[in-house]
């Protein structure tokens, strides 16, 4: 067995992670709304061998303070998250593209319709990151559904995976012959019903789009609470996760490599991916001068903004921002984002508006600001200590921080051993050595193709 390898991809974002970065000299204020952006960027992180680029996605702009609205980029990327996938696919050729999309306001039908077709036009380079969307703006942009508590989401968005999985399962990929000789182009087993009735959904199938070279898209999954992580266990190939410490990041990933192997399936085959905010310099003074000239371009009611979206959609009018965070009820929304922040708040004796300075570029995920070696080094502490399989690079700035990303601790992490380029994988499945799809009628994995 080859040996174990970072998987490397970047969250692509307007100009950059850093909520001051559209004012910062090196990025483009308009770069949520030119596509040639998204894409410059995804070239750069395929050429230097990355595997995922990823699109996060949000049904609506968040309830925030007007002023705070008017000094932001980011509650506008510009671009739905599959029609940008489409186009950051249509102008690569290998690292794989994951799109979010909500199991709360689509049908399953119509998602893996979309989703499979999206895998085709890539030629096998598609995921799908499941969300169950989490802010009460994005649920006031659709009818009506039964339920948006926390627990109904998730058992909403457990059922609605299922209906996806076996609409794409309703093709026997080996069965589509395409035989001129014979005049048959599917063989008798090539398609099935699914007649799937539930508590949320029906779809009778089968789906009318083929399967893939991949068989059909990876599955994502970011959410970090219980019910997120139960989600994962059962059912994802990549989760995505913030974790701002070795610790926390070691703890979450042994929990969830246990779930995995309590559901019958191989954890091997489920890659945590924590998010990393890299700030590099040539010296740990110049990174962190790079960080403080961001710092110094937030503007408060920006970072209080951000903040109370984070901590699950709270009002914090009328706090003390020079006093400790108060204690808060539990999310319905972002709820082990919640509990994330809360815990660094007490962790690092934070005040409400020093708690929003400190998330204004990370968001809650790990945080490093300093050379290409400190990086590179505490990247391999993380993956040798059992807390990453990989990681996902959440820019400061676009494009200078994902290039000084790709320029200066890439090459380390590759001298080192840690990361190695597959240039001959077609499909993101095989980029990622994950085995090809599990099928729900038997319950196993297949052999990679």
Same mark, same amino acid.
């Not at 894409?39 to 395929?46: D, G, K, M, P, Q």
């Not at 007007?66 to 510009?78: C, F, K, P």
């Not at 400061?396 to 590759?414: E, Y």
């Given at each position: 067995m080859a040996s174990r390898?970072?998987?490397? =991809?970047?969250?692509?974002?307007?100009?950059?992670?850093? %909520?001051?970065?559209?004012?910062?000299?090196?990025?483009?204020?308009?770069?949520?709304?030119?596509?040639?952006?998204?894409?410059?960027?995804?070239?750069?992180?395929?050429?230097?061998g990355f595997?995922?680029?990823?699109?996060?996605?949000?049904?609506?702009?968040?309830?925030?303070?007007?002023?705070?609205?008017?000094? %932001?980029?980011?509650?506008?990327? =510009?671009?739905?998250?599959?029609?940008l996938a489409a186009a950051v696919a249509t102008a690569t050729t290998r690292i794989g593209v994951i799109a979010t999309a909500s199991t709360?306001?689509?049908?399953?039908?119509?998602?893996?319709?979309?989703?499979?077709?999206l895998d085709l036009i890539s030629k096998g380079r598609i995921g799908w990151n499941i969300v169950t969307s989490s802010l009460e703006q994005e649920r006031e942009n659709f009818n009506p559904i039964p339920s948006f508590d926390h627990a109904d989401r998730y058992e909403r968005a457990s059922e609605f995976v299922e209906t996806v999985l076996a609409l794409?399962?309703?093709?026997?990929?080996?069965?589509?012959?395409?035989n001129k000789q014979s005049g048959v182009f599917l063989g008798p087993d090539a398609l099935k019903s699914v007649d799937h009735e539930g508590r949320f959904f029906r779809s009778k199938g089968p789906l009318n789009v083929i399967p893939s070279s991949q068989d059909h898209p990876i599955l994502a999954q970011a959410g970090s609470s219980d019910a997120g992580k139960a989600l994962a266990a059962r059912t994802a190939d990549v989760v995505f996760t913030a974790q701002p410490d070795l610790a926390a990041g070691r703890a979450f990933y042994q929990d969830l490599k246990q779930r995995r192997g309590a559901?019958?399936?191989?954890?091997?085959?489920?890659? %945590?991916?924590? =998010?990393?905010?890299?700030?590099?310099g040539r010296t740990r003074a110049e990174a962190e001068d790079r960080y403080a000239t961001l710092q110094d371009l937030i503007q408060p009611e920006v970072a209080l903004s951000l903040l109370e979206t984070y901590l699950g959609d709270v009002d914090l009018s009328g706090v003390d921002i020079d006093g400790p965070l108060p204690d808060l009820p539990q999310s319905n929304s972002i709820r082990s984002r919640q509990g994330l922040l809360t815990g660094l708040a007490r962790q690092e004796g934070l005040s409400v508006i020093g708690l929003a300075r400190r998330i204004a570029g990370a968001r809650g995920h790990?945080?490093?600001?300093?050379?290409?070696e400190d990086i590179a080094g505490q990247m391999e502490d993380w993956f040798t200590a059992g807390a990453a399989d990989g990681f996902m690079v959440l820019p400061?700035?676009?494009?200078?921080?994902?290039?000084?990303?790709?320029?200066?601790?890439?090459?380390?992490?590759?001298h080192r051993g840690l990361f190695e380029p597959d240039v001959t994988a077609r499909t993101l499945r095989q980029r990622l050595n994950l085995p090809r799809p599990l099928r729900m009628n038997t319950k196993t994995e297949r052999k990679s193709a």
């Open positions: 390898k970072l998987v490397l =991809g970047t969250i692509l974002y307007p100009s950059g992670h850093h %909520v001051a970065a559209w004012r910062h000299p090196s990025t483009s204020a308009s770069a949520n709304v030119d596509v040639d952006h998204y894409i410059r960027s995804a070239r750069a992180a395929e050429e230097a595997h995922i680029a990823f699109i996060s996605d949000r049904l609506g702009i968040p309830q925030s303070r007007a002023e705070a609205l008017q000094r %932001v980029d980011e509650w506008s990327h =510009g671009f739905e998250a599959l029609t709360s306001f689509n049908e399953p039908y119509n998602l893996a319709r979309q989703l499979a077709s794409w399962e309703s093709w026997n990929p080996d069965s589509i012959l395409r559901e019958g399936r191989s954890s091997d085959h489920l890659l %945590v991916l924590p =998010g990393i905010f890299p700030v590099v790990w945080q490093v600001i300093g050379t290409a400061p700035t676009f494009p200078d921080g994902q290039d000084d990303f790709i320029r200066d601790v890439v090459p380390l992490l590759t």
